[in-house]
């Protein structure tokens, strides 16, 4: 790359490329939404609309933000220390910070399988009538084939764009048939001043922390930008990347596709179930909720989007786990090694035990898994935020001064939302469970 012959900073004069080639080299951001995109996502976007109807809404805003943050700051960094996110905190931080981070990350992704276990057996109930754990058994087989076959990034990248694309369907023509079913079975339809009060009202209703937490931790959590830089390595991007248009495309893909499918599903719960003051419980109920609106067919079509969501984010959320422990212990974390295909199924059998022994609600598993993925960005976010403002990491770099400033209101707010959910709900709220 030619440097700019007037201030010698790197990147500098580099011309972004037409949208045509930027779509063509985007592909880790799709895998990233598929893997965000899980039961987990589904449950918890549907409890906000069930439960508060239109006033967690907002939460779009600081999702898109800090997702978007997350990505090209882990990716800034990827570019300016030559290597990814992991690998970089051992190099500034030590062997200990770089374990910390590898495992902190590792329990995130763990936890979250959990989730996608459970939900993605309950698709298979509501489709074929089987319990759920044998339908959850009979995904994970086709996804431990999917691990031991060649070409892994290849296809699991496909497979996950394949699933995307059912999801948002799906969801898009449950938002479509909401709004016709205005006064039919109790549903009010969409109401525009409610919808434009809690996208503006940044109010938090009393006991809606925990869910709402569960919710941001699984829409944008720095876990997203570390594994992106892994990613980014197995698509072969390069430095000019960064500056041509490539890595941001890449990160808006991503964060649209997120906003378009999670906001869909917020919005269905809102307007179809909280004017019934209908909770959820389980996953199943999400189907029985929509029988006044979509008849027989509901469970069905919930269905097929709880197996799509649960598969494309089963398929690769392991992976992401092995992928950033082996980084932070040292190990070879590429998706075809021996210790990522051999760790996924030591990690999917730790998970399926876990889940089949659980006797309680599996939404209640679910909500729990995704709100324990949070412990990742405190503990992740600090190191890259640390990176982030290091001079010597950007030398030779335009200063980037608003990506430190981004990334530092970001961790902030997931530092605040974190000990303030904890706190009020969270340890109160397991603690009864498990009483």
């Known amino acids: ?240 990347d960064l500056f041509n248009g490539v890595m941001l495309t890449d990160a808006l893909v991503h964060m649209i596709s997120v906003v378009l499918i999670s906001g869909a599903i917020i919005l269905v719960g809102a307007i179809v179930l909280n004017p019934q003051g209908l909770a959820i419980k389980a996953p199943k109920q999400l189907a029985q909720m929509l029988e006044p609106i979509m008849g027989p067919a509901a469970k069905y079509i919930m269905g097929f989007a709880l197996v799509g969501a649960g598969f494309s984010s089963l398929l690769a959320n392991t992976q992401r786990g092995m992928v950033l422990l082996g980084a932070g212990v040292e190990k070879d974390y590429s998706l075809e090694s021996k210790f990522i295909r051999f760790g996924c199924l030591i990690c999917l059998a730790i998970a399926m035990a876990i889940c089949y022994s659980y006797d309680g609600s599996p939404t209640q598993l679910i909500l729990i898994a995704n709100i324990a993925t949070s412990i990742a960005t405190p503990v992740g976010g600090l190191f890259v935020l640390l990176l982030i403002w290091r001079k010597d990491v950007n030398e030779g770099y335009k200063a980037p001064t608003a990506l430190r400033i981004c990334m530092t209101i970001s961790y902030i707010f997931v530092l605040i939302m974190t000990v303030s959910a904890f706190q009020k709900t969270i340890i109160p709220g397991i603690m009864k469970l498990f009483a």
Request: charged content about 10%; some cysteine.
């Open 1 to 240: 790359m030619e440097e700019n012959k007037s201030t010698g900073l790197i990147g500098e004069g580099v011309k972004t490329l037409p949208i045509g080639q930027l779509l063509k080299r985007i592909g880790p951001g799709l895998i990233a939404t598929g893997i965000v995109i899980g039961p987990g996502a589904v449950t918890t976007a549907a409890m906000l609309g069930a439960n508060y109807g239109y006033a967690l809404i907002w939460l779009m805003f600081p999702i898109v933000f800090m997702g978007i943050t997350f990505v090209m700051t882990t990716n800034w960094l990827a570019i300016t220390t030559g290597m990814p996110t992991i690998h970089a905190i051992r190099k500034y931080f030590g062997k200990p910070g770089a374990i910390v981070v590898g495992i902190a990350l590792f329990l995130a992704c763990l936890f979250f399988t959990m989730g996608n276990i459970s939900g993605s057996g309950a698709g298979m109930e509501l489709i074929f009538g089987i319990n759920w754990k044998l339908g959850s058994l009979i995904l994970i087989c086709v996804v431990i084939y999917t691990y031991f076959a060649k070409n892994v990034y290849s296809k699991v990248e496909k497979l996950i764009t394949a699933c995307i694309i059912m999801i948002a369907a799906f969801y898009i023509t449950l938002f479509g048939v909401s709004f016709k079913a205005t006064g039919e079975n109790g549903v009010v339809g969409f109401e525009g001043g409610k919808f434009f009060g809690g996208l503006f009202g940044f109010k938090v209703p009393e006991g809606s922390l925990g869910t709402a937490l569960a919710f941001i931790s699984t829409n944008a959590a720095i876990t997203t930008g570390i594994y992106n830089t892994y990613l980014g390595k197995e698509k072969k991007w390069k430095k000019e």
